[in-house]
């Protein structure tokens, strides 16, 4: 399993980036998709859980301004990330679950100047 994260930059804060994954295979295959990030000195955070069941859940620092979705038929998935801040500024990873194994997408940077 592949995973290709992509649409990363620098952005302003209050604007919107929309970030990709797109898998090698079809995204029905995995239990759990989610979107983690890393910011600088700071430990890895999962932001987005997409789970097989079609529920997104979010923690409270992004709830109401990340929304997760998918395109089935291109094997993508995508973050969408509205009214960004600063402090969402990170390195965003995709990973997916599949049959007890774990696969990781290469980060994808996120810059939001203030």
């Known amino acids: 399993v592949q995973l290709q994260a992509s649409g990363g930059g620098l952005v302003q804060a209050g604007e919107s980036l929309r970030l990709s994954c797109a898998a090698s295979?079809?995204?029905?295959?995995?239990?759990?998709i989610n979107w983690h990030r890393q910011g600088p000195g700071k430990q890895r955070e999962l932001v987005a859980e997409?789970?097989?069941?079609?529920?997104?859940s979010y923690p409270d620092s992004v709830t109401g301004r990340f929304a997760f979705s998918t395109d089935v038929a291109k094997n993508t998935v995508y973050l969408k990330m509205n009214r960004l801040k600063a402090e969402d500024t990170a390195v965003y990873y995709c990973?997916?679950?599949?049959?007890?194994?774990?696969?990781w997408g290469q980060g994808t940077q996120v810059t939001v100047s203030s």
């Open positions: 990973s997916a679950h599949q049959r007890g194994r774990t696969y």
């Open positions: 997409f789970t097989s069941g079609g529920r997104a």
């Open positions: 295979e079809s995204i029905y295959t995995f239990d759990v």
